[in-house]
T-cell receptor, first 112, second 113 residues
Framework: GENVEQHPSTLSVQEGDSAVIKCTYSDSASNYFPWYKQELGKGPQLIIDIRSNVGEKKDQRIAVTLNKTAKHFSLHITETQPEDSAVYFCAAAQRGFQKLVFGTGTRLLVSP | KAGVTQTPRYLIKTRGQQVTLSCSPISGHRSVSWYQQTPGQGLQFLFEYFSETQRNKGNFPGRFSGRQFSNSRSEMNVSTLELGDSALYLC????????????FGPGTRLLVL
């Protein structure tokens, strides 16, 4: 089955810096890759997603890139703010299936 | 639009008991998926329902079951609770089934003593 690895497990940056989180997946049949942000006491919130027919997608300060050949995808957050501090999860899914396979999460801390 | 709602938000049970958790999807969404989140195992897929039919099931024992009603609301049940069932149980809904964006609820935190 699918396996998703996520790095780093923790990431500390200064406000205004950029943050990059990387994930790799194992199943070439996966074609949908969402990213979720989870704050303490809350459920995961979708922040951006990408499908395998697209190499990059941006939404304001957030961008995701996908390399299908290498089977990895990354989340890029620019101009980080303290409110970006949270745990971020990447996930992968196959077309036709709702089963999301999640990475182990990255705890991002943005210091003022 | 209201988001995904889950009830109850917190629950304490003892070993051997059973528990039922409820999920109301976003209005108009027909697919409901359930996930278990623990510090040790992370986020793991339990099962997915679409139009009252279970479409996919994760690698969990038969003590974990679910169902979906005609209004798309879903329940999951865990029988004969074990200490290791303590977790945050998350429900996610999507408008269709199969690779569609999933929106999560706040979860039900279950503590088994």
């Amino acid at each position: 089955g699918e396996n998703v690895e996520q790095h780093p497990s923790t990431l500390s940056v200064q406000e205004g810096d950029s943050a990059v989180i990387k994930c790799t997946y194992s199943d070439s049949a996966s074609n949908y890759f969402p990213w979720y942000k989870q704050e303490l006491g809350k459920g995961p919130q979708l922040i951006i997603d990408i499908r395998s027919n697209v190499g990059e997608k941006k939404d304001q300060r957030i961008a995701v890139t996908l390399n299908k050949t290498a089977k990895h995808f990354s989340l890029h957050i620019t101009e980080t703010q303290p409110e970006d501090s949270a745990v971020y999860f990447c996930a992968a899914a196959q077309r036709g299936f709702q089963k999301l396979v999640f990475g182990t999460g990255t705890r991002l801390l943005v210091s003022p | 639009k209201a988001g995904v709602t889950q009830t109850p938000r917190y629950l304490i049970k003892t070993r051997g008991q059973q528990v039922t958790l409820s999920c109301s999807p976003i209005s108009g969404h027909r697919s409901v998926s359930w996930y278990q989140q623990t510090p040790g195992q992370g986020l793991q897929f339990l099962f997915e329902y679409f139009s009252e039919t279970q479409r996919n099931k994760g690698n969990f024992p038969g003590r974990f079951s679910g169902r979906q009603f005609s209004n798309s609301r879903s329940e999951m049940n865990v029988s004969t609770l074990e200490l290791g069932d303590s977790a945050l149980y998350l429900c996610a809904s999507s408008s269709l089934a199969g690779g569609e964006t999933q929106y999560f609820g706040p979860g039900t935190r279950l503590l088994v003593l």
